[in-house]
């Protein structure tokens, strides 16, 4: 609660404003009590001897109510003290020439009324001059003194009784306005909870939106996944049919051809057995290439099946480096293998795992000139742990990150000497993590490369990584009975309109009731409108079709998956002065209208450029205006290009142009003079006979596009709706006039 500023008599300061106000409004009950006292001083007159006094002080008593009737709502304190004043003198009147000594009981009214009028300390003030005065006036001869202390006493209790009355009352009230200000300070509190809850309501029903629109998109991704992954499965089946089956006649004639030649009659010539020897070579090659690249299809399709069993790493090992020793030996590299004693058995697909060793130990052995391969294997905690490490050239950094990518291989040079197709580590680790293991590769340039993994030496339990280990079940199910706070939005398609005016996206908004339109001012708040909010289409309203979406097509932001729209629909904005319209005129045009319309243009108007292409319509206008004295120069062009051609020659004050032209209508003029900045500042008035805000507005042409390009079905698709919509053919067919064919 704010702190309020007190005031004399302690209390806070809108209270004393308040109970002020409560003051004033006594005196407008004092004023008729005046009046009262005043006719009742007039009355005396029928019963005193002496009443001369008395129709003085009547009189004047009158003429204080009349004076406190101008001055109560002018000045409090004045009206306050005038009364108490008043009353004073009217007692002393009583007393001192009414000769009635027992009147001094009457200074208890002026005591009274200042107590009520100035507070606690005006009562004290008034009591105290009573006091004085009841002192030095005559009393009753028969008891002087007892009269003058009953007069104290009844003028000290009267200021007693009026200030112990008001006490208690002011404190009462004093709690009542704390109680006030706290009440208001919470009313005020809660108003801002309001305000903040329902912005937050706001934001969460945005956001629900937001997050529907998500939902949306993401479901529609998944499908498309999901037909992606099918097409997948799919391909991977077609290939393992239709190239293995054709590659096992090549390789098993090849081989037949070569190894019994006998079989076929006569003597096979060398030469074609040494060309079959090479087809049956780039056969078996192409044979291990499909084979590594349906295992790469089926890791990622998750339909890779391990035939586990338990293994021992040692022969493994063992047979691994026995069909690669030649290789070494031709190259007169060694071949070390470490392993360390009673290593445990694994559970593992022996054969994944001598690929895995296969790949590692060739790939060494490719990429080591002198030097040698050194296999170590060893027991660390619950893991064994295989390493192949050589003495090549070694990897940088930047090409490690590339190495267990589906065909990456390191650079240009080496793909030529070595060749490979980079599909042998990224299987490899596959097969690996397919073992819950583990594969990584340390190297540094100049010293070699260490390549490992990992396999665990009893199983995994992948409980831990199911969603069951947050269910406890023992807990009985509780259905959840508390009801959704926020009300179930029904969420619109969303269109964002990019157009500088708000013709269009008023038009859609009309038009199309069951989307929501959004419209930005340009290309890259548009982007950006649709990075922010799914949307299911951007469109681009821009006049100057078809060069216009140059703009689109370099821009390279277009966002994914959502289709951009282009369309050049000339809508009349009601901001007519953007596009640097003064006026606008609807033919028929009469010559005062035009005046008019020329008088209405701010700065001086002499020359001006007619921009019409029906000959008439210039000699019209052009009589108009030399018909006045005003001694206007008058030039003309039948469309926007002679216009622009003419402003580009001589300096026009005053543009009339037609909208509806050929070669170049009046909305590409006025685009085109908004681009040159000397022109800019020449007014334009529009003429035409049609009002462009109520006419039919139409499209120079429409394009689509969508970034990454479309797709054959969806070009179909898209053709399949437009020619439903645009063909003649089909528009008679759905009006009834022509029958379907029969399906």
Not at 251 to 276: H, S, V
Request: hydrophobic share 40%; net charge negative; glycine share 6%.
């Amino acid at each position: 609660m704010e702190i309020q500023q007190q005031a004399p008599d302690g209390l806070p300061y809108k209270l004393q404003e308040t109970f002020t106000e409560l003051q004033e409004t006594t005196i407008n009950y004092v004023i008729p009590a005046i009046f009262l006292a005043g006719l009742a001083f007039h009355g005396l007159v029928m019963v005193l001897s002496s009443y001369t006094w008395s129709i003085v002080t009547g009189l004047a008593l009158i003429l204080t109510g009349l004076v406190l009737l101008y001055f109560r709502d002018k000045s409090f304190v004045f009206s306050s003290l005038l009364i108490v004043l008043v009353s004073i003198g009217a007692v002393l009147s009583t007393i001192w020439f009414g000769h009635i000594p027992m009147a001094a009981f009457l200074f208890i009214i002026p005591v009274g009324l200042s107590t009520t009028l100035f507070g606690s300390v005006g009562g004290l003030i008034a009591a105290i001059v009573c006091s004085v005065l009841t002192y030095y006036s005559p009393a009753p001869q028969s008891s002087i003194g007892s009269f003058q202390i009953m007069t104290w006493i009844a003028l000290w209790a009267v200021y007693g009784i009026v200030w112990l009355a008001l006490r208690p009352l002011l404190i009462a009230v004093e709690g009542v306005w704390t109680l006030y200000e706290q009440s208001r300070s919470v009313l005020r509190q809660s108003q801002e909870y309001q305000i903040k809850l329902r912005e937050t309501l706001d934001n969460l029903r945005e956001a629900n939106t937001q997050l529907t629109r998500l939902n949306q998109l993401t479901n529609g991704l998944r499908k498309i996944a999901e037909d992606e992954r099918h097409a997948k499965e799919q391909f991977v089946a077609n290939v393992s049919h239709e190239l293995r089956t054709p590659l096992n006649m090549i390789i098993g004639f090849c081989e037949m051809i070569l190894k019994a030649p006998q079989t076929y009659g006569r003597k096979i010539p060398a030469n074609l057995l040494a060309d079959l020897e090479v087809v049956l070579r780039n056969s078996q090659h192409l044979s291990s290439l499909i084979d590594d690249v349906l295992d790469l299809s089926q890791i990622e399709a998750g339909q890779m099946a391990l035939s586990k069993e338990p293994s021992s790493i040692a022969e493994i090992i063992q047979a691994a480096t026995i069909a690669v020793r030649p290789l070494y030996e031709s190259k007169n590299l060694y071949l070390n293998v470490e392993v360390s004693p009673d290593l445990p058995e694994i559970s593992c697909d022996r054969t994944r795992i001598r690929e895995v060793l296969l790949n590692l130990l060739s790939n060494a052995g490719r990429f080591t000139e002198t030097g040698g391969v050194t296999v170590r294997v060893f027991l660390e905690q619950n893991w064994i742990v295989t390493s192949v490490a050589d003495t090549g050239k070694g990897i940088s950094e930047e090409n490690r990150l590339k190495l267990f990518r589906p065909f990456q291989q390191l650079d240009g040079s080496i793909r030529r000497k070595y060749g490979g197709t980079g599909l042998g580590l990224s299987i490899s680790k596959n097969f690996v993590e397919l073992h819950d293991g583990k594969m990584w590769v340390e190297s540094v340039e100049g010293q070699g490369t260490t390549f490992s993994f990992r396999l665990p030496v009893e199983p995994i339990e992948m409980e831990d990584h199911k969603f069951t280990r947050w269910i406890n079940p023992y807990t009985n199910y509780k259905e959840h009975e508390r009801h959704h706070s926020l009300p179930q939005i029904k969420v619109r398609p969303r269109v964002v309109v990019v157009d500088p005016y708000p013709g269009l996206a008023r038009i859609f908004e009309r038009h199309m009731e069951s989307s929501e339109v959004a419209r930005v001012e340009s290309l890259a708040q548009g982007y950006q409108e649709v990075e922010q909010s799914p949307a299911s289409a951007l469109v681009v309203n821009d006049l100057r079709f078809p060069n216009g979406m140059e703009a689109l097509k370099t821009a390279g932001e277009l966002p994914h998956n959502v289709p951009a729209i282009f369309c050049s629909i000339p809508v009349y904005p009601q901001e007519s002065e953007r596009l640097g319209v003064s006026g606008y005129l609807v033919k028929p045009i009469l010559r005062e209208n035009l005046l008019d319309a020329i008088t209405r243009v701010e700065g001086p108007v002499k020359t001006l450029l007619i921009v019409d292409d029906e000959p008439d319509a210039q000699q019209l206008f052009r009589r108009m205006l030399t018909s006045t004295r005003r001694g206007y120069r008058v030039l003309r062009a039948s469309n926007g290009v002679e216009g622009l051609e003419i402003l580009r020659q001589q300096p026009v004050d005053l543009i009339l142009l037609d909208l509806m032209m050929p070669e170049m209508d009046g909305y590409q003029f006025l685009i085109e003079k908004r681009g040159h900045p000397e022109w800019a500042s020449i007014p334009v008035i529009l003429i035409s006979a049609r009002d462009p805000k109520e006419q039919s507005s139409a499209s120079a042409g429409l394009a689509v596009m969508k970034n990454g390009g479309l797709s054959i079905p969806q070009v179909i698709a898209c053709i399949e709706a437009l020619s439903a919509i645009l063909s003649p053919l089909r528009q008679v067919v759905g009006s009834g006039s022509v029958a379907d064919p029969p399906g």
